[in-house]
């Protein structure tokens, strides 16, 4: 009699071992593993072997390039973030907090492209036909080719493709779905991996743009494994608080497309629309006051103004607090012991508070330079000008160095008034803001 084969899986990346460990080694997770029985252990076989089908190589000059074909979403902004449009056979996976507005922004894309004629399918596990009725009729997204399928057995979508053709397919939400034929319960590493890999093969056999709806952790990742995000064709994530009005979609993987664009969009009562006059959303042109400077950074090709804000204040604590909403932690604590160096400002005994506007993470450089304004500016509490701008990025020497796209964000400053520009160089095209270079940080303290 052979001997049984034991495999135990963690539930929070899928990673399989033959002992049962207290501590995931791949991703730290603590008491995730779980024994998977001889059904789930075949699942997982299939999933992730390589198919047994002979291939044989081919010069890559010998194939012939294949035309990605888009259709519009009738949305500017989704449009922008997916590349130009939604792309026929694509699965594509959107994650975000509860409340950002997911289900929303889907329900009416969705209408959107049933006013086109294409037939739509939204499958519901979360909430009854009744409840998605009452969003869409806020939303006035009530189409006759827009169908709804309240069920979270996969087979019954599977049947329900049978009948009838269907050009776009949203899942609200995968951790809902389970399959039939796998024990284990909705959401499980098991069931997630299998159902995603099924909708793959529809979205590609029967040409079907597939749109996932997925949980994320306290974190902000999506919940479930990771081979989640490395299956589907485009991963997409909402930023932004459910109590703030404007939304940032942001795309972290693209197979059709850049993955630098970002969308915003707007909660209103018709649900999410596309943000017009983005620009004047994330600085506030109110009375000046110490602590708050501006920058430009560049999201994708799309230049955008913040609002950097510090809070310098006397620590009353042995250790200093140094907290960034928005902006790299780390790299604060770079800029504020290059500012103790190279300026002699005492920050150890204060604590660092730093919040970027709007709810919009940088992650470039650039804004470096309003970082030290902003803390300059609350420690001697001194307000900057509002017609000012901060673009630079700071070494660790203490130079300010130049930062790509310089001609586009003063551009986009003028248009919003602004006339003053402090910069690492001066562009080479002429320009109507008048310009001020800034090359080492120890010059920042002329202005203060």
Not at 7 to 27: A, I, R, V
Not at 44 to 52: E, L, R
Not at 90 to 95: A, E, K, P, V
Not at 157 to 173: G, K, M, N
Request: aromatic share 6%; proline share 2%; glycine share 8%.
């Amino acid at each position: 009699m052979a001997k049984k084969k034991i495999l135990f899986e963690c539930q929070h990346c899928g990673f399989t071992t033959p002992k049962w460990m207290g501590k995931c080694t791949n991703c730290g997770g603590w008491d995730s593993f779980v024994e998977l029985n001889e059904q789930q252990q075949e699942v997982v076989k299939n999933t992730n072997s390589v198919s047994a089908l002979t291939a044989k190589a081919i010069s890559i000059n010998d194939i012939q390039e294949s035309e990605v074909y888009r259709y519009s979403s009738l949305d500017v902004e989704l449009d922008g973030v997916l590349g130009g449009g939604i792309v026929p056979g694509s699965l594509t996976l959107i994650g975000g907090s509860p409340g950002v507005g997911k289900s929303t922004l889907l329900l009416k894309v969705g209408s959107n492209i049933a006013s086109l004629g294409r037939n739509v399918l939204y499958v519901t596990g979360e909430e009854s036909a009744g409840q998605i009725k009452l969003r869409a009729n806020r939303l006035k997204a009530n189409m006759q080719t827009l169908y709804l399928l309240s069920e979270i057995r996969l087979e019954q979508v599977i049947v329900e493709l049978a009948h009838r053709e269907y050009e776009f397919i949203i899942i609200d939400s995968i951790q809902t779905m389970y399959s039939e034929s796998i024990t284990s319960a909705p959401g499980s590493v098991t069931q997630v991996r299998q159902i995603t890999f099924e909708l793959m093969r529809i979205a590609k056999e029967k040409d079907i743009a597939i749109f996932i709806i997925g949980h994320i952790t306290k974190e902000g990742s999506i919940a479930g494994p990771r081979v989640l995000e490395h299956m589907v064709d485009t991963v997409l994530y909402f930023e932004g608080d459910s109590s703030q009005e404007l939304r940032i979609l942001r795309g972290f993987k693209n197979r059709f497309g850049p993955t630098s664009e970002i969308g915003v969009f707007e909660m209103k009562s018709e649900g999410l629309v596309s943000a017009t006059d983005v620009a004047s959303r994330f600085f506030s042109r109110n009375s000046e006051q110490s602590g708050s400077a501006l920058t430009v950074v560049m999201e994708g090709s799309r230049p955008i103004i913040l609002e950097v804000q510090a809070l310098v204040s006397q620590s009353h604590t042995p250790n200093s607090k140094r907290q960034a909403t928005g902006f790299d932690t780390n790299r604060l604590n770079m800029l504020l012991a290059l500012l103790e160096r190279k300026l002699e400002i005492p920050l150890s005994g204060y604590d660092v508070f730093i919040n970027i506007t709007g709810g919009i993470k940088i992650t470039e450089t650039a804004a470096d330079l309003a970082i030290l304004a902003a803390i300059i500016s609350s420690f001697r509490d001194r307000a900057i000008s509002k017609e000012t701008v901060f673009i630079g990025e700071v070494s660790l020497v203490g130079d300010v160095r130049e930062v790509y796209a310089m001609d586009v964000r003063l551009k986009e400053a003028k248009m919003q008034n602004i006339s003053k520009a402090m910069v690492a160089k001066k562009p080479l095209e002429k320009t109507a803001i008048k310009t001020f270079v800034v090359d080492e940080v120890t010059k920042l303290l002329e202005w203060y």
